[in-house]
RNA sequence: GGCGCGUUCGUCUAGCGGUUAGGACGUCACCCUUUCAAGGUGAAGGCCACCGGUUCGAAUCCGGUACGCGCUACCA
């Protein structure tokens, strides 16, 4: 049978980098495998329900190229993908198994479920359903059902034995049946809960191989015992390492995860992200190198994918996404830069400046930060990043002065400029570097720009002689 | 508390009975140099969580302990 594996996120708000790394591991199986990649919408937490939360994810995975086969937005020959649009088959497969005596209907309020729960901690034992609906006589249902009381379909979870999986990653692992608790399978609203729409949905879909994060591990037991009393055949579980942020938690949105796009709004490639992602957990073939999705996919198998949770580490990132813009051609970095830049910045420009900018960037925003001064005359007050090494009365004459020089320069080129700079410097006893950096703040703003000649070439002229000229050291 | 999973430089990782425990990011130094980067060279950084076994020999195999994380909802 063909490989089919899922993304299948819950429309609860952004997606980090965390869920968007499942997504990724998915992907990259399912194209090592020639198999499938489906898309399903879990939105079956109606008080959780996040707008838009869905376009997120799907703009999520677009932009980082992984394209799947099979989703909301596309349809596929187990349509619909999402799970709000496919609640009659959870209803009809709860059902089933309360036919068969493997799950039964429980009217328990929430209250006393919470009061419940209350006793048993006080009592320090777990905290698991008491079974009180159990006992129910058919008649007592019969009339419960009557006064339409609100109910939820709980799971007969068998009070011996053991459920064991063999986990494509962590290999052999094993619970008490016992241990378990009598899991909600419909809620009173007619939703499913995960565990019930996860098995029925993947079964339907024909999903050979789950890969998820590790937090699913406890859950995994309930979900092969719905496979079991089901009579189906379920897939090959494989439990991913979280990711975790500095302080060794679970990334999550409340504890300032960035979603996925932020990332791309801050000025990451998207292969960085992917190849960054593919650290995580996974033995990248080659981190020096950055690989493209299919290199990824060639080289991707279960086999390789950790155990021990990895910390995300920014700085990392950042030095990846530096040298991915290294690297691009300065025809593609034009293309990457361009929702970064001002609408009214002249192209042409900006491709100049590409070459001298490309080595001193780390993300696609460093551009502007650098490069700004090129582009408008409101640059920063010089009296403000005055330098220590030249003192200012003298500054403000220097300046001056060289001014003139450059006002009667038949050439405007670099080696011309490097000459006149260099004579001046020396003509007036100062050590090169410390009049460049006294230039560099006068016609920039700047303590920090691209190399000083080729700005100046690139800046013109007229604008030089014109910021030098309103160049003030003094305060 | 219970159950589960995990544990190799600060971080990501290689290693799958015999290695000076390798690489990458970061850090530091030096070189280059016009600022900042980039690039180059080099260094520091790991008693392989701990304690017991097994073995001629253990980061690698086994057991226990500790610690961390996850789950323990009509959330996913």
């Not at 419909?186 to 994060?213: C, E, Q, W």
């Not at 002249?346 to 696609?364: C, F, G, N, S, W």
């Not at 640059?379 to 003298?394: L, R």
């Amino acid at each position: 049978m063909s490989v089919r594996v899922r993304y299948a996120p819950s429309p609860t708000g952004h997606p980090h980098l965390g869920n968007i790394r499942t997504a990724l591991f998915n992907f990259l199986f399912a194209r090592h495998a020639g198999g499938e990649f489906v898309v399903r919408i879990e939105d079956t937490d109606r008080a959780r329900l996040v707008e838009k939360s869905e376009d997120a994810i799907l703009e999520s995975l677009r932009w980082l190229g992984l394209t799947w086969d099979e989703g909301p937005d596309k349809g596929g020959p187990f349509a619909p993908y999402v799970q709000s649009e496919r609640l009659e088959s959870y209803q009809k497969a709860a059902q089933e198994l309360v036919k068969k005596g493997f799950a039964y209907l429980c009217f328990c309020t929430q209250d006393r479920l919470a009061e419940m729960r209350k006793v048993q901690e006080a009592k320090h034992e777990p905290p698991r359903y008491d079974r009180q609906c159990l006992m129910l006589s058919s008649d007592d249902i019969r009339n419960s059902m009557d006064t339409n009381e609100p109910h939820v379909i709980r799971l007969k979870v068998p009070q011996e034995g053991k459920t064991v999986f063999e986990d494509a990653v962590r290999g052999h692992v094993e619970f008490e049946n016992a241990l378990l608790d009598d899991q909600v399978l419909l809620k009173s609203d007619g939703f499913p809960t995960y565990h019930l729409a996860v098995v029925v949905d993947d079964h339907a879909m024909n999903i050979t191989h789950v890969i998820r994060a590790e937090e699913w591990i406890s859950s995994t037991p309930k979900h092969l015992l719905l496979y079991q009393f089901f009579g189906w055949t379920p897939p090959t579980y494989a439990h991913v390492p979280m990711i975790m942020d500095a302080h060794k938690a679970k990334l999550s949105k409340r504890r300032g995860a960035k979603a996925m796009l932020e990332y791309r709004d801050a000025g990451y490639l998207p292969e960085v992200v992917v190849n960054y992602l593919s650290t995580l957990g996974w033995m990248h073939p080659n981190e020096e190198k950055l690989l493209t999705l299919d290199e990824l996919a060639a080289a991707f198998t279960l086999e390789g994918i950790k155990k021990s949770p990895a910390v995300f580490d920014q700085r990392k990132m950042d030095w990846m996404n530096g040298l991915a813009i290294r690297q691009l051609t300065d025809e593609k970095l034009l293309i990457a830069l361009d929702p970064f830049l001002d609408s009214g910045w002249d192209r042409h420009v900006v491709k100049k400046l590409i070459p001298l900018a490309k080595e001193r960037m780390t993300t696609l925003k460093d551009f502007s930060v650098l490069c700004d001064f090129f582009f408008t005359n409101n640059i920063q007050k010089n009296e403000s990043i005055m330098n220590q090494k030249i003192a200012v009365d003298k500054a403000q004459t220097f300046i001056r002065r060289y001014t003139s020089i450059l006002a009667s320069l038949t050439q405007w080129t670099h080696e011309e400029l490097e000459q006149t700079t260099r004579k001046f410097a020396a003509d007036h006893q100062l050590k090169p570097a410390d009049f460049f950096m006294l230039l560099r703040i006068a016609f920039s703003g700047k303590t920090i720009t691209p190399p000083l000649f080729e700005s100046m070439v690139i800046l013109g002229k007229d604008i030089v002689i014109q910021r030098l000229s309103e160049a003030n050291f003094r305060c």
